[in-house]
Nanobody
Framework: QVQLVESGGGSVQAGGSLRLSCTAS????????MGWFRQAAGKEREGVAS???????YYSDSVKGRFTISKDNAKNTLYLEMSSLKPEDTAIYYC?????????????????????WGQGTQVTVSS
């Protein structure tokens, strides 16, 4: 049974940092495309970053240079390091995975290519 469990969310002031973790079971992080999505209140879910089985990375323009996606194959865990946080980063953050090493290039940000999702973790950034 595949399970993705996020942790590390919380409240932080603007300019601060957080690290999100996503621990996978029944799933091999090292060989699959994994991503982070977020959904702010009243808005659609959007892709934040993804990493392929070969560790190529993709980022949305809104987080490029501030967020870093990575994975620890030994721990079977996906991470999202977030720095220089802004109030507009406030959202529920979700971990997602798809059973393929590729994130399909530009389609990495399309939520429907992922078939496994975590329950989400809240990130709140205050000004």
């Amino acid at each position: 049974q595949v399970q993705l469990v996020e942790s590390g969310g919380g409240s932080v002031q603007a300019g601060g940092s957080l690290r999100l973790s996503c621990t996978a079971s029944g799933y091999t992080v090292s060989s699959t495309c994994m991503g982070w999505f977020r959904q702010a209140a009243g808005k659609e879910r959007e892709g934040v970053a993804s990493i392929t089985g070969g560790s190529a990375t993709y980022y949305s323009d809104s987080v490029k240079g501030r967020f870093t996606i990575s994975k620890d194959n030994a721990k079977n865990t996906l991470y999202l390091e977030m720095s220089s946080l802004k109030p507009e980063d406030t959202a529920i953050y979700y971990c997602a995975g798809r059973p393929s090493p590729t994130c399909l290039g530009g389609a990495w940000r399309v939520s429907t290519i992922y078939n496994n999702w975590g329950q989400g973790t809240q990130v709140t950034v205050s000004s």
